[in-house]
């Protein structure tokens, strides 16, 4: 696939997401996932497990769209506590790299008051360009 990190002369390049990513192809709109199984049950009441359950989520969307990891042009989290979001980072970080690999993805991260459902932390929407 033909994606490409935007990043406008002569500023720092961001650790962890990309500035703005161009891409070309069919685009697959992925509504937020959180951190419940197949089955709509939760899998965990620790924010980072969550927030792996919703990346999975949200990989599994995308393969059904015929897409892979490197697809991905475009996150927005919602965190329902952003100091319990930024003490997971690290384990977050590890299972985003071994999930979807690297961080050229156009990315925001909102706190947010509360979630539709009452025992998610985190919610995950995101958008990703096919090559046809």
């Given at each position: 696939m033909k994606k490409r990190s935007l990043l406008p002369a002569g500023w720092v390049k961001p650790k962890g997401y990309a500035n703005g990513v161009a891409a070309s192809g069919t685009q697959v709109y992925i509504?937020?996932?959180i951190g419940w199984n197949e089955e709509a049950r939760m899998t965990?009441?620790?924010f980072a497990e969550q927030a792996i359950q919703a990346l999975r989520n949200?990989?599994?969307v995308l393969r059904e769209a015929g897409g892979q990891p490197g697809h991905l042009v475009r996150m927005?989290?919602?965190v329902t506590d952003k100091r319990e979001y930024?003490?997971?980072?690290k384990e977050i970080g590890q299972a985003f790299r071994e999930?979807?690999?690297?961080y050229d993805i156009?990315?925001?991260?909102?706190?947010?008051?509360?979630?539709i459902e009452d025992d998610a932390k985190v919610e995950i929407e995101a958008t990703a360009v096919i090559t046809d």
């Open positions: 509504a937020g996932q965990s009441e620790r949200v990989l599994a927005t989290w919602y930024l003490a997971s980072l999930l979807i690999g690297d156009a990315m925001s991260a909102v706190q947010v008051v509360a979630l």
